[in-house]
């Protein structure tokens, strides 16, 4: 039962908390993660735009900030005594849900556990539900942890207040 939990991570407290429920789980039912970091064409396009002047290497960066998301994801499984390996996909052949999906099929992973916003009416139109779409198209079951509406607007006023190079994805809401 949910020996392979499939974990998208992108450094957001809502994806940290998806990560926390995924570790508890695979502690009850002695399963592995693996942690998924994607780089789409958004995250890219957003970091081009917001570092305009930058002339490096986006991808580079956003790779670099992916691999530490990973990294940070997998201190966090092994300090609880989780086996997890990490996959970064910066293909650009799809959005986030189809990438998502497709890795778990490919791994094959028994289970989908993300944080979502649970964003609803305007927000939810606006914003878009990457967490609604993998919901719904996912071939195995998906847990979604979804972060207390405080937490939500804490995050939203610190990431307003203080703009930073995208981590290579917008949260998995």
């Known amino acids: 039962m949910y020996q392979r939990i499939l974990v998208p991570v992108d450094g957001s407290a809502t994806s940290k908390r998806g990560l926390e429920e995924a570790i508890r789980l ?12 994607v780089i789409d064409e958004l995250s890219f396009a957003l970091a081009m735009d ?7 290497d986006w991808l580079k960066v956003l790779r670099e900030n992916g691999r530490r998301i990973l990294d940070e994801a997998v201190a966090a499984a ?4 989780i086996e997890a390996d990490t996959q970064l996909c910066d293909s650009f052949s ?3 849900h189809e990438m998502v999906n497709a890795e778990a099929a490919k791994w094959p992973a028994d289970l989908i556990v ?13 914003m878009g ?18 972060t207390p509406e ?13 703009f930073s190079l995208p981590a290579g994805v917008v949260a998995y809401d």
């Open 26 to 37: 695979a502690k009850l039912t002695q399963g592995r993660l693996r942690l998924f970091h």
């Open 50 to 56: 917001a570092y305009a002047g930058y002339a490096g």
């Open 78 to 81: 092994q300090a609880a005594g």
């Open 94 to 96: 799809g959005s986030v």
């Open 114 to 126: 993300l944080g979502t916003h649970g964003r609803r009416g305007v927000g939810r139109v606006v």
């Open 129 to 146: 539900s990457s967490a609604e779409h993998i919901l719904r198209y996912a071939s195995v079951p998906v847990l979604l942890v979804r």
């Open 150 to 162: 405080s937490e939500t607007k804490a995050e939203r006023a610190a990431t307003s207040a203080h």
